[in-house]
């Protein structure tokens, strides 16, 4: 099997700079158990911070290193999540949309690393001055929430600026990444690795509904819509700066022009929607994916998406790059 070294597998006792996002309700612990054991860190999507379920999936995980992403601005309202968190000796706590200084220091006592994904210049100092250990550059591809800048310009822009004023604290790039090609562009960025969301979101591990899936390889990036109806209709009262990135369909497109009318409609078309999601009905259940989709040809298991990503990797880095005419 092909390995790429860098600071981040050597900081963390990694095989490959992959690290898998903690896509909430998505990335339960058999996805995050699965890429570890692969070689890479795998990450439980915690989320909105529903401690039952982060229980669960951590029982799910089994005894393989894993961690969990939260996102900051719910942990606010809900800090208690994060003892529960800590609790499971997670590897890294992966936190991000917000501020993550009031966390630090008990996931620092606890002896967890610090990840901070951030999507702006202004969130990459304030994660520096929180202690994070690794930052994650976040591009506006991505699936789910992101904020504006793109993947190409943020993250050598981060680099840079890490080199100059937190020379020990590691990258990594996300965003638009689902194969080979985007491994060995982020490390040319001056990354440390990637994270990969979409391209784990189609893994066999993931929980999504196989339709979702089947409509994503159907598609292309060109699919992709930012939205606002999708956190609408599922209550969700997200800060303004992150746009939410999923497959557009009827459903986004009837009410993304009228929110004040989804609003009052909230009640009969959240239960649409909810019961549209567990059955894998993609005309009104958007599927939350980003750009990366136009890459993904098929369903495949954690360990066999980073192998051969990490394999087309290693033979562009090596000079094998060929364009067929």
């Known amino acids: 099997m092909a390995v790429i070294e860098t600071r981040f597998t050597r900081a963390f006792g990694l095989k490959h700079p992959i690290l898998s996002a903690p896509m909430a309700r998505v990335a339960g612990g058999a996805l995050a158990a699965a890429v570890t054991r692969a070689g890479g860190l795998g990450?439980?999507?915690g989320g909105y911070g529903d401690a039952g379920?982060?229980?669960a999936e951590f029982g799910a995980a089994g005894n393989e290193a894993v961690g969990c992403g939260l996102i900051t601005w719910r942990l606010a309202e809900r800090p208690e999540v994060l003892d529960v968190v800590l609790g499971r000796s997670p590897r890294a706590v992966f936190l991000s949309f917000g501020d993550p200084a009031p966390y630090a220091p008990a996931i620092a006592e606890a002896g967890a690393a610090l990840i901070c994904q951030v999507q702006s210049m202004d969130s990459a100092r304030a994660a520096v001055s929180a202690g994070a250990r690794?930052?994650?550059?976040?591009?506006?591809?991505?699936g789910g929430h992101a904020g504006q800048r793109a993947?190409?310009?943020l993250v050598p822009e981060v680099a840079d600026y890490l080199r100059r004023a937190a020379p020990e604290t590691l990258l990594l790039a996300a965003g638009g990444i689902a194969?080979?090609?985007?491994?060995?562009a982020a490390l040319m960025l001056g990354a440390d690795g990637v994270l990969m969301g979409t391209r784990f979101w189609a893994a066999?591990?993931?929980?999504?509904h196989e339709n979702q899936v089947a409509a994503a390889v159907a598609a292309d990036g060109d699919a992709t819509v930012r939205t606002s109806s999708v956190d609408v209709v599922r209550g969700l009262d997200w800060p303004a700066g992150f746009g939410l990135r999923v497959m557009g369909n009827e459903f986004s497109a009837r009410w993304d022009g009228d929110l004040?009318?989804?609003r009052a409609n909230a009640a009969e078309e959240a239960e649409r929607w909810s019961a549209a999601y567990e059955a894998g009905d993609v005309a009104v259940a958007n599927p939350i994916a980003g750009e990366g989709i136009g890459l993904i040809k098929g369903r495949l298991p954690a360990a066999e998406i980073i192998e051969d990503t990490v394999a087309e990797a290693k033979s562009l880095l090596g000079g094998g790059w060929k364009r067929d005419v």
């Not at 066999?204 to 999504?208: D, G, I, N, Y």
């Open 204 to 208: 066999a591990e993931a929980l999504v």
């Open 179 to 184: 194969d080979g090609r985007g491994l060995a």
């Open 260 to 262: 004040d009318g989804l």
């Open 53 to 55: 379920w982060i229980t």
């Open 43 to 45: 990450l439980i999507g």
């Open 134 to 142: 690794v930052i994650v550059a976040q591009g506006a591809e991505a």
């Open 151 to 153: 993947t190409m310009t």
